[in-house]
């Protein structure tokens, strides 16, 4: 069965930085992309970042290019995504999401249950 | 890179079939059969319920189908159920982003 865990969210002051966390199991890591995406309270999602399956390529929307880094340790079956300089408009649920293929193909088959990111002072 | 344009709301009696459109440009919905839908129930993460326009994963009701005209998208759900009810939203490929994948604005189906 595949499992997508989130972890690292939580109450950050704007500014400030925030490491999430997905372990996956069930599926072998390495062969698939993946992605975080998000929804803020009440409104719709957004594709935030995708890493393709050996980490090699990488993409970002521009709301958080420069800001946000998408990572992956193959040999942990872990995802990452560092945020930096978070701004109150990032609050929202953060989702990891297994991708269908090893090159990001934007087709999401598996969700995590998401973990929930709040930026304020 | 703007997200695909949807109905804010979208309602049926049960049994009866809706229609749910997603609207985009050439660069995205009408340029590429990689136009995805999500279901999503209140506090639930979404669920896969077609890709590449008109196929179903494994384990999807075949009362729901989908279907693409120019750059349009629509996703039908027949003999509405109250399961049913629950936000939906498409996905497209598009070649305006450095991303390269775009969401809908979603829509909120009601049984009534």
């Known amino acids: 069965e595949v499992q997508l865990l989130e972890s690292g969210g939580g109450l950050v002051q704007p500014g400030g930085s925030l490491r999430l966390s997905c372990a996956a199991s069930?599926?072998?890591?390495?062969?698939?992309?993946m992605s975080w995406v998000r929804q803020a309270p009440g409104k719709g999602l957004e594709w935030v970042s995708a890493?393709?399956?050996?980490?090699?390529?990488?993409y970002y929307a521009d709301s958080v290019k420069g800001r946000f880094t998408i990572s992956r340790d193959n040999s942990k079956n872990t995802l990452y995504l560092q945020m930096n300089s978070l701004r109150a408009e990032d609050t929202a649920v953060y989702y990891c999401?297994?991708?269908?293929?090893?090159?990001?193909?934007?087709?999401?088959?598996?969700w995590g249950q998401g973990t929930l990111v709040t930026v304020s002072s | 890179q703007s997200a695909l344009t949807q109905p804010a709301s979208v309602s049926g009696s049960p049994g009866q079939s809706i229609t749910i459109s997603c609207t985009g440009t050439?660069?995205?919905?009408?340029?590429?059969?990689?136009v995805s839908w999500y279901q999503q129930h209140t506090g639930k993460a979404p669920k896969l319920m077609i890709y590449?326009?008109?196929n179903r994963p494994s384990g999807v009701s075949n009362r729901f189908s989908g279907s693409k005209s120019g750059n349009t998208a629509s996703l039908t759900i027949s003999g509405l159920q109250a399961e049913d009810e629950a936000d939906y939203y498409c996905?497209?490929?598009?070649?305006?982003?450095?991303?390269?994948?775009?969401f809908g604005t979603g829509t909120k189906v009601t049984v009534l």
């Open positions: 999401a297994k991708d269908t293929e090893y090159d990001s193909s934007g087709v999401i088959d598996y």
């Open positions: 069930g599926f072998t890591f390495r062969s698939y992309a």
């Open positions: 890493i393709s399956g050996g980490g090699g390529s990488t």
């Open positions: 050439s660069s995205d919905v009408g340029g590429y059969n990689y």
């Open positions: 590449d326009v008109s």
């Open positions: 996905s497209s490929y598009t070649s305006s982003s450095t991303l390269n994948y775009v």
